[in-house]
């Protein structure tokens, strides 16, 4: 176990609709990264948070948006959407150079 | 832009045979370096890494990897695999600021 917590485990989606992740860091990680997993690829960085701000952003549209809360848990909600953001999101945390991975959220759009 | 290359998708060997996973990464820069394996069913988890010194690393479970920065590559060897090293397994770059980059990844299959 990393200590890096990720809720819920499996999502069914609605194209259109709007989902929120979650993620809560290992303890005294104060930087927080979502990464995607589409089937068959290796994950891609969505963005990073480091105290609350965003500290660094992937090639993803600005419908992938993200929070970093004081305790440095994290959201990353996905608006309007798309059959192809099915995929494994992943969340990792970090304080210096090694980032400790959480098991992911499945997410399937329909 | 990083880039990274992993030569083999699928790996099938016998338990005692010898490993090795190519890995070639794109970027100028100075680089750290990452593998990362995947077991069925279980999160991600960082197998060795390299930031700098001895271009050859000593990770978990009999792994080792050789930074070659002429041939940007960072190979991972392991001399006799066991069924349990079933997994897939990723190479990862990070350059410019914190992001990992992901190869593809090698889903290697230990027939016992």
């Known amino acids: 176990e990393t200590g890096v917590t990720q809720s819920p485990t499996h999502l069914i989606k609605t194209r259109g609709q709007q989902v929120t992740l979650r993620c809560s860091s290992q303890?005294?990680?104060?930087?927080v990264s979502w990464y995607q997993q589409a089937l068959g690829q290796g994950p891609q960085f969505i963005f990073q948070?480091?105290?609350?701000?965003?500290?660094g952003r992937g090639n993803f549209p600005p419908r992938f948006s993200g929070l970093q809360f004081p305790n440095y848990s994290s959201e990353l909600n996905v608006n309007a959407l798309e059959l192809d953001d099915s995929a494994l999101y992943l969340c990792?945390?970090?304080?210096?150079?090694?980032?400790?991975f959480g098991q992911g959220t499945r997410l399937t759009v329909v | 832009a990083q880039s990274v290359s992993q030569h083999n998708h699928h790996v099938i060997l016998s338990e005692a045979a010898s490993l090795e996973l190519g890995c070639n990464y794109s970027?100028?820069?100075?680089?750290?370096l990452f593998w990362y394996v995947q077991y069925p069913g279980q999160h991600l988890q960082l197998l060795l890494k390299?930031?700098?010194?001895?271009?050859l690393v000593k990770g978990i479970k009999g792994f080792e990897a050789e930074f070659i920065k002429s041939k940007f590559s960072f190979n991972l060897r392991k001399p006799s695999v066991q069924w349990s090293d079933t997994a897939e397994y990723f190479c990862?770059?990070?350059?410019?600021?914190?992001?990992?980059?992901f190869g593809a990844g090698t889903i290697l299959r230990v027939k016992s």
């Open positions: 948070y480091y105290r609350e701000e965003e500290n």
């Open positions: 390299y930031f700098s010194g001895d271009p």
């Open positions: 303890s005294g990680h104060n930087t």
């Open positions: 970027y100028g820069g100075t680089v750290n």
């Open positions: 990792a945390s970090s304080l210096v150079d090694e980032a400790f």
């Open positions: 990862a770059v990070r350059g410019d600021g914190n992001k990992l980059v």
